[in-house]
């Protein structure tokens, strides 16, 4: 493949395009989208709703319709069918993960920083509800599409039990019983986590399958034996070395013929394919301390490490790939 030529336009407008992300995350924040829910109104109307200054939301509202989120007539403005869809909380496809884009936005500001000290200089506190509200919700809304594929491409025929470390709102645990009803599932997870992990399965046809756990994956034991361990994107948080401990953990829990699976971006030698996971490696910079991606060459070293030798590795169609370690 030959080398991708930018103009010095091309270069301006990607040295640009966070103005239109800033915009769409300021009116999301703001909650114009729900203000205008089956309304037309005025940037007056909505800044008095909003209390915001006039003549900023007049501007920013009219931004929203020069990229084509809003539409406006005879001085009011309305959703467009995609705003409506999207950005209006309570809508089934409303794009609540864009609340931690927009926490995002905070850590990545201070890429420059990061990048002189070498580790992550903005402090978020995980244990801060809105910051794990976001988070949950936007792994969540990703986790569920992922999940059913990600069952179909795994063996669970002779699957009992399941540890989901790091599992989130469960939704790996969830599809996975669905495919296979005699699984029974721990979750585990830190404990502010797992307060929202039980909203999200309270709901779950086969409910009584999932059991919760807290703490931390780290320095907390696993206890019981499974036949299945789950680590979706678990271990581009920790380091190389915190990674390989945890592998050998899994393996001291896991019973024999069962499986290890990492779930995560697998780069190439060079670091710089796939092209998802060499910019996700600077969010882990920004936002973590010791977190990375990583190569297959790693990851089967934290597998060899751990006594596990037969590994396989499937691809998939979301950028991610499957590292499968079976215990002999």
């Not at 909380?89 to 990061?114: A, I």
């Not at 569920?144 to 039990?161: G, P």
């Not at 986590?193 to 756990?213: A, E, G, L, M």
Request: net charge neutral.
């Amino acid at each position: 493949m030959g080398e991708k030529y930018f103009t010095a336009e091309d270069i301006r407008n990607l040295a640009y395009s966070f103005q239109q992300s800033r915009i769409l995350l300021t009116a999301l924040e703001l909650g114009i989208f729900n203000v205008l829910n089956r309304h037309m109104l005025t940037s007056k109307e909505v800044s008095h709703k909003l209390n915001t200054d006039e003549r900023a939301t007049d501007r920013l509202m009219n931004a929203l319709v020069a990229m084509g989120l809003l539409k406006k007539i005879h001085g009011k403005f309305y959703n467009t069918e995609s705003a409506f869809q999207f950005l209006v909380e309570g809508n089934p496809e409303f794009l609540g993960s864009l609340f931690h884009t927009n926490e995002l936005w905070k850590s990545w500001s201070t890429l420059t920083e990061t990048i002189k000290k070498g580790t992550y200089v903005y402090r978020k506190r995980s244990e801060n509800f809105n910051w794990t509200s976001s988070f949950i919700e936007a792994m969540h809304y990703r986790a569920s599409r992922e999940a059913k594929i990600v069952a179909y491409m795994l063996d669970l025929k002779n699957v009992k039990s399941m540890l989901d470390i790091g599992g989130g709102s469960g939704a790996f645990a969830m599809s996975f019983i669905e495919l296979n009803p005699e699984i029974k599932a721990v979750i585990f997870d830190l404990p502010q986590v797992i307060s929202f992990t039980k909203k999200y399965t309270q709901d779950f046809d086969y409910k009584n399958q999932i059991s919760f756990r807290e703490g931390n994956y780290l320095h907390d034991s696993f206890d019981g034996k499974y036949d299945l361990i789950l680590l979706s994107a678990v271990v581009h948080i920790n380091s190389y070395s915190e990674n390989s401990l945890l592998i050998k953990k899994c393996s001291e829990v896991l019973n024999p013929n069962g499986q290890i699976i990492i779930k995560d971006w697998i780069m190439s030698e060079d670091r710089t394919q796939p092209a998802g996971g060499a910019i996700f490696a600077l969010n882990m910079l920004v936002e973590t301390k010791n977190g990375d991606t990583y190569t297959e060459k790693e990851m089967k070293e934290w597998f060899h490490n751990a006594g596990i030798n037969s590994i396989e590795r499937k691809d998939t169609s979301y950028g991610f790939s499957l590292l499968i370690g079976y215990k002999n």
